[in-house]
């Protein structure tokens, strides 16, 4: 089992709808989650981070956690082509190494 | 620009040359980092520098070598690789490793290499 685990996608939305991305984690006793993105080409960009059960938001973005489940997630509201990119989770584990999955690449149509 | 550097932005090699990578941040950061990105895989950390002491070895072919002359400067050194370490190297750097769980890693653009 990975200890990240990520759709690749790739993820395909009309613009202006809501994009979810979903990430789940091996390791029960991880605290924080970090959320990249990732252009083609380019080098991962930090969106945002998460550290309690819930939602946080930021802008166009919601980072949810649900730390019982084991899971979490990334809603883009309002979708633009130029979100266009590959969404990278990150989990710090409890030996305090930052993990990162394979990535979910999204597409968001015009 | 999120204040980490790195040169060359591309670089393509002979399985025989011997090159560096050299990465800079800008940030007053007291940790730096070594990532390979391969196509459609998860980023793999190589090396972790912590105030210039190594803390971090990934079981990574000797044929990879760091160097952290600094807080501020890492390099890479590479000599005698092989096709499959061509990739997208990334450096990284963080304020506070040992604040585990709250560090956030700030990545340079990467290098670009390619192993003939």
């Known amino acids: 089992q990975k200890e990240v685990e990520q759709n690749s996608g790739p993820l395909s939305v009309p613009e202006g709808a809501i994009a979810s991305l979903n990430c789940t984690y091996s390791?029960?006793?991880?605290?924080?989650f970090f959320w990249y993105r990732q252009y083609s080409g380019k080098s991962p960009e930090l969106i945002m981070f998460?550290?309690?059960?819930g939602d946080k938001e930021d802008g166009r973005f919601t980072a949810q956690l649900n730390k019982a489940s084991q899971y979490v997630s990334l809603l883009i509201r309002d979708s633009q082509p130029s979100d266009s990119a590959t969404y990278l989770c990150?989990?710090?584990?409890?030996?305090?190494?930052?993990?990162f999955g394979q990535g979910t690449e999204l597409s968001v149509k015009p | 620009e999120t204040g980490v550097t790195q040169t060359p932005r591309h670089l393509v090699m002979g399985m025989t040359n011997k090159k560096s990578l050299k990465c800079e941040q800008h940030?007053?950061?007291?940790?730096m980092y070594w990532y390979k990105q391969s196509a459609k895989k998860p980023l793999e950390l190589m090396f972790v520098y912590s105030l210039e002491e190594r803390v971090e070895n990934n079981s990574v072919p000797s044929r990879f070598s760091p160097e952290c002359p600094n807080s501020s400067h890492l390099f890479l050194h590479l000599h005698t690789l092989q096709p499959e370490d061509s990739a997208l190297y990334l450096c990284?750097?963080?304020?506070?490793?040992?604040?585990?769980?709250?560090?956030?890693?700030?990545f340079g653009p990467g290098t670009r290499l390619t192993v003939l």
């Open positions: 990150a989990v710090y584990n409890q030996g305090g190494k930052l993990i």
């Open positions: 990284a750097s963080s304020r506070d490793p040992s604040a585990a769980g709250t560090d956030t890693q700030y």
């Open positions: 390791d029960r006793g991880s605290q924080s």
């Open positions: 940030l007053g950061h007291n940790a």
């Open positions: 998460i550290y309690s059960n």
